[in-house]
């Protein structure tokens, strides 16, 4: 199976500072069909269902700000929040669809600093 | 509009069994793959199982392979995991959940509000 592994596990930024965080495959999640990147980013708010981000690495779902970047490559993927607002608290995951299972980073806590 | 509604949690003793829906609307059920994903209390998010279309090819996280068991009626627009020999650790939020992907397997675009498993004597 493939482990993702997730950093930091938490994280506190100021409101309208950058927000970084990182996730790392156990092995490379290429698709050679499509050259793509099979990982995907969800923001967690409690109470909530997940709320797909990023697809194909880089990808920005329908509907999400343009402050969500995503990028990378390999083994090392980055979700970026460009100016942090109230709104974005949340747990953040990395998601392989490479092979199956399917399996989630540990999750990170964005908190306001 | 696209409707993805879980159903049948509830309390069970280990051992037990259980069986949840996912009845879904608003698109073309038959062309997409459904996954379902948990999350115990205090926890993160556990990927469980997909069931793909139109093969209806099933994959299973390893922590519950044996014991749950996906299936899908496209005449009903329903999914369902039937989760046997239910161990306290099974204890968790059970969300359905739409792929993006027209027939093929990718991450999960659409989720349910959840159904809430627990199993405890």
């Known amino acids: 199976d493939i482990v993702m592994t997730q950093s930091p596990d938490s994280l506190a930024v100021s409101l309208g500072e950058r927000a970084t965080i990182t996730c790392k495959s156990s092995?490379?999640?290429?698709?050679?069909?499509?050259?793509?990147?099979?990982l995907s980013w969800y923001q967690h708010k409690p109470g909530q269902p997940p709320k797909l981000l990023i697809y194909?690495?880089?990808t920005r779902h329908s509907g999400v700000p343009d402050r969500f970047t995503g990028s990378g490559s390999g083994t090392d993927f980055t979700l970026t929040i460009s100016s942090l607002q109230p709104e974005d608290v949340a747990v953040y995951y990395c998601?392989?669809?490479?092979?199956?299972?399917?399996?989630f980073g540990q999750g990170t806590k964005l908190d306001i600093k | 509009q696209l409707q993805v509604v879980e159903s049948g949690g509830g309390v069970v003793q280990p051992g037990g069994s259980l069986r949840l829906s996912c009845a879904a609307s608003?698109?073309?059920?038959?062309?997409?793959?459904i996954h379902w994903v948990r999350q115990a209390p205090g926890k993160g998010l556990e990927w469980v199982a997909v069931?793909?279309?139109?093969?209806?090819?099933?994959y299973y996280a390893d922590s519950v392979k044996g014991r749950l068991t996906i299936s899908r009626d496209n005449s009903k627009n329903t999914v369902y995991l039937q989760l046997n020999s239910l161990r306290p650790e099974d204890t968790a939020v059970y969300y359905c959940?739409?792929?993006?992907?027209?027939?093929?397997?990718?991450?999960?675009?659409?989720w349910g509000q959840g159904t809430l498993v627990t199993v405890s004597s």
């Open positions: 092995q490379i999640v290429l698709d050679s069909s499509n050259n793509g990147q099979s």
């Open positions: 608003g698109f073309t059920f038959s062309d997409y793959a």
């Open positions: 194909w690495a880089s």
């Open positions: 069931i793909s279309s139109p093969e209806e090819r099933q």
């Open positions: 959940a739409k792929d993006l992907g027209w027939r093929r397997l990718s991450p999960v675009d659409y």
């Open positions: 998601q392989q669809y490479y092979s199956p299972p399917f399996t």
